[in-house]
Structure formats: C-alpha cells, structure tokens
C-alpha cells in the first residue's frame, strides 16, 4: 500500500488513483509539436509508481530516453461525483510538488501506432512526490510557482498562473467521469523545459508561493 504525507495529518494517507493532465501549458505543448487542447487530456498512473524524497528513480532498460516533467500535485481530501466548480476547492486537502518521469521514445512509439501510453507513463518509480502543504496555506493555487533544478541547474520555472485549466477546472470536469476520492492525486501537468536524465542526476523540485517562499520540495536521484 502506497501512502502520502499530509502537513497536519495525524497519520499518513493511502494514496488512490492518479491522475495526469496532459499538455495544460501552452509553451510545452509548443515544445511538444502538440496542439493546444480545448479540454483537459488525462491519463492515469498505479499508486505504486509513487517514490518519494529521498528514494530513487529506477530508469527501465526498455528505454533510452526518459525524461523529468515537474508538477504541481493536488490531494483530493473529500470525495465526490459531478463537483461544481465553485466547490472544487473545497475537495482539497493539500498541495504538493511532483515529477511526472515519461519514456518519450517510448511514448513516441505508442503516439505514432495509435497505441495508449501505460508503459511511458506508469513504469514504477515515475510519479516521484513530495511532501503536501495543507490547502489552508494556499487560498490561491494559480498564483504557485514550480520549479525543477537537475544537479543545481535550473531547468523547469513557470507559475500555476500559466495553467490552460486551472485546479478548479480539473477537478470539476474529472469529477464528470471519475468518482473522485480522498487520497487520490492529481498532477496538474508540466511547463516547458522537459529534457533527458541520467544515471546519477540529482533531480530537485519545489512549489512556491506568490512571495517566493518555498512550501514543500521534493528531491530524488536517478539510477
């Protein structure tokens, strides 16, 4: 059983389905020759791709090109079906940082066969996750920054502001098709900046707040 830590929880909290929104910042869907989506692209992860900081990223041997996505994460703290979008926020309890590591050959491969994406994204160890900040001490999740530095280089920086659809929007049209629940994630997608890692990278991830202050990081090596 895979398990999250919540600031303010008495105990951990089982972790349930993961959620990855796809191409939600227009400059990475640039980067990836994708178009602009109209509505959320979704796919999902196993709870058992979940490391957390300090462990490691194992990279499979199927693939020569795995690449880091840095996050912002969402915790579902109460559950619900067709949730408006006014009380999508109410159904969070925490907010995290996040990598969303991808086998891009391997996606590429699936991409231009028709084929789904299960093995590019949901290998162990490829949903690394920090540490959630009570969603008390974030009133606004558009006005974060994420940022990701590889061995001390910076590599990802964007504010949440950037989001095509922001945590609000998620939640309520997931909700549409999925029964969400307490201790499922949502990684809310990646800006640009994506690029290969190596055996031996230290990988190191942070959410901030509108002032630059640091509210959880997330650091992990790849072996």
């Not at 992860?45 to 090109?65: R, T």
């Not at 907010?95 to 299960?118: C, F, N």
């Not at 590019?120 to 001490?137: C, E, L, N, Q």
């Not at 997931?174 to 230290?202: C, K, M, N, W």
Request: hydrophobic share 40%.
């Amino acid at each position: 059983m895979r398990t999250v830590e919540l600031e303010g929880s008495p105990e951990p909290i089982r972790a349930g389905t993961i959620i990855c929104i796809g191409r939600n910042y227009a400059e990475h869907a640039k980067e990836m020759k994708s178009d602009v989506p109209t509505s959320p692209i979704f796919f999902l992860k196993p709870a058992s791709a979940l490391i957390h900081d300090g462990e490691a990223i194992v990279l499979p041997s199927v693939s020569k090109d795995v690449h880091h996505e840095v996050e912002m994460t969402v915790l579902i703290g109460k559950g619900g079906k067709n949730i408006s979008r006014d009380a999508a926020l109410d159904h969070v309890a925490g907010y995290g940082i996040g990598l969303d590591m991808t086998l891009r050959d391997i996606q590429a491969e699936a991409k231009k066969k028709g084929l789904p994406w299960a093995l590019a994204k949901g290998f162990d160890t490829s949903a690394p996750i920090s540490r959630f900040v009570s969603a008390s001490k974030v009133p606004n999740p558009q006005a974060m920054t994420v940022e990701l530095s590889v061995n001390g280089t910076a590599r990802q920086k964007e504010t949440t502001a950037q989001l095509i659809f922001p945590v609000q929007h998620l939640i309520a049209y997931l909700s549409q098709f999925i029964t969400l629940e307490r201790g499922d994630i949502i990684y809310t997608g990646t800006p640009e900046g994506v690029a290969q890692v190596h055996p031996g990278d230290t990988l190191s991830a942070f959410l901030k707040n509108g002032s630059g202050k640091t509210l959880t990081s997330l650091t992990v090596r790849v072996q």
